[in-house]
């Protein structure tokens, strides 16, 4: 369980030693370190943050710290230091003003860069979830019309997975508004990105994506309250199951859907171990599969049941990987923890110096995401995003309950309720 790293402590620059775990309360592109509050290691850091003149703004934790801050120097005692130490000292930060410098321009590059591909990935989610709400609501009105809009939005999110060099899964901000494209976007990115791992072909991942957008648009008759109950009677549980065929009925009016599509839909719900429905059966395809097991691990964490507990993203995983593993393709579900990571987009964790960020995207290894840090004092939209694969001295050390957090935190933090992923296609250089 996360705790506060205590009181910060004012201290002057000339008290740094090695040991002390600081707090710089200045903007964070306006210093080279990863994090605003860092564990000081050695004597060139110390050099670092002297250059940058901190007073009014340097800060220590004792409880976090292994040393304890040197005497405050005051003028006569500097003035009185050894001349040669001084000069020398003063070379040494003089050395260190070119790199420091360019360290924070490379930061800011990187900090340009995120925001950048972080706000095509809104605006893509934006665009697309007008067109599935559309769809999804007018395809029993107008199946033809809305059926064609389904198809064209899922063969251009498969050309772009397909053909793209680099695939990027992002943790969206928070959307507001209900409505059903919430869980069909989810749904359609990731089985876009397990689908591509897993060796589907274009025209494939084009079918995958079309199912998945539409598996649940016969959940619209079906009343609201019977979709919200966490426990049904037998009859009641049988009219739920009945979205699957007003699913697969609608598509296919719509024309819009191959016979492969529709296959889709119908086995969402099937597990390899007959124990699914509405048939049982132990075969599908490899695109229904991908769509049961994606499925299942949307609803693990966002419940459609009111009253049903979210799992925290890892928390989900391991469920899976716990307890249903026979229901599902296992090289599917390896290939879903290589896509999400240890630590899925979602999760909130503490790193081993005692800070606390949110994961916002999975990293190069399964156990180093990228992850927005936990910093009060700027707003969450200008913190730093770090790639833990970049940071060596960083790693992850637990996966935090939201519950356990103090309010003020999760505030900031605001891992939100209803998770919304979408994604990017980079040419390999962000």
Request: proline share 6%; with cysteine; glycine share 6%.
């Amino acid at each position: 369980m996360w705790k506060k790293p205590g009181t910060p402590i004012p201290i002057h620059h000339s008290q740094l030693v090695v040991g002390l775990y600081i707090w710089l309360d200045i903007s964070w592109i306006d210093h080279p370190f990863m994090t605003n509050r860092i564990m000081v290691e050695t004597e060139k850091q110390i050099s670092i943050i002297r250059a940058h003149n901190p007073d009014g703004h340097l800060f220590y934790y004792p409880e976090m710290s292994t040393a304890a801050p040197l005497p405050q120097q005051n003028n006569s005692q500097a003035q009185s230091t050894d001349a040669g130490a001084v000069a020398a000292a003063n070379a040494e930060a003089d050395a260190l003003v070119d790199e420091v410098r360019q360290e924070k321009e490379a930061k800011r590059a990187k900090l340009r860069i995120q925001q950048e591909i972080l706000a095509r990935a809104e605006r893509d989610w934006d665009n697309a979830a007008r067109s599935v709400r559309d769809s999804l609501l007018g395809l029993a009105r107008s199946p033809k019309s809305a059926g064609a809009q389904l198809r064209e939005l899922s063969t251009k999110t498969a050309s772009e997975i397909f053909n793209g060099n680099e695939v990027l899964l992002h943790l969206l901000g928070d959307k507001k508004g209900q409505g059903p494209q919430f869980h069909a976007l989810n749904v359609m990115t990731l089985s876009m990105l397990l689908g591509k791992q897993a060796g589907l072909s274009e025209r494939e991942l084009c079918d995958l994506a079309i199912a998945a957008l539409a598996h649940d648009v016969g959940k619209a008759q079906i009343p609201t309250a019977l979709l919200q109950s966490a426990t049904r009677k037998k009859f009641e549980e049988d009219f739920y199951r009945q979205h699957v065929q007003y699913s697969m009925d609608l598509a296919t009016k719509s024309g819009a859907f191959s016979p492969e599509a529709i296959a889709i839909i119908a086995a969402h719900h099937e597990h390899l171990d007959g124990t699914g429905w509405p048939l049982g059966k132990k075969e599908a395809s490899k695109g229904a599969r991908v769509l049961a097991l994606v499925n299942r691990y949307d609803r693990l964490c966002l419940p459609e049941a009111l009253g049903r507990d979210a799992m925290m993203p890892t928390e989900a995983l391991a469920h899976i990987f716990r307890k249903l593993t026979g229901k599902y393709d296992a090289a599917m579900l390896s290939l879903l923890v290589r896509l999400l990571g240890v630590y899925p987009p979602g999760t909130i964790v503490q790193l081993n110096d005692g800070s606390l960020a949110i994961v916002v995207s999975p990293g190069k290894t399964s156990l180093q995401p990228k992850v927005l840090i936990y910093s009060p004092e700027i707003p969450k939209d200008e913190a730093p995003i770090l790639e833990l694969a970049n940071a060596p001295a960083l790693s992850i050390t637990e996966a935090i309950r939201p519950v356990t957090l103090p309010p003020d935190v999760l505030q900031w933090l605001n891992p939100q309720e209803r998770l919304s992923y979408f994604y990017t296609v980079s040419n390999g250089n962000n």
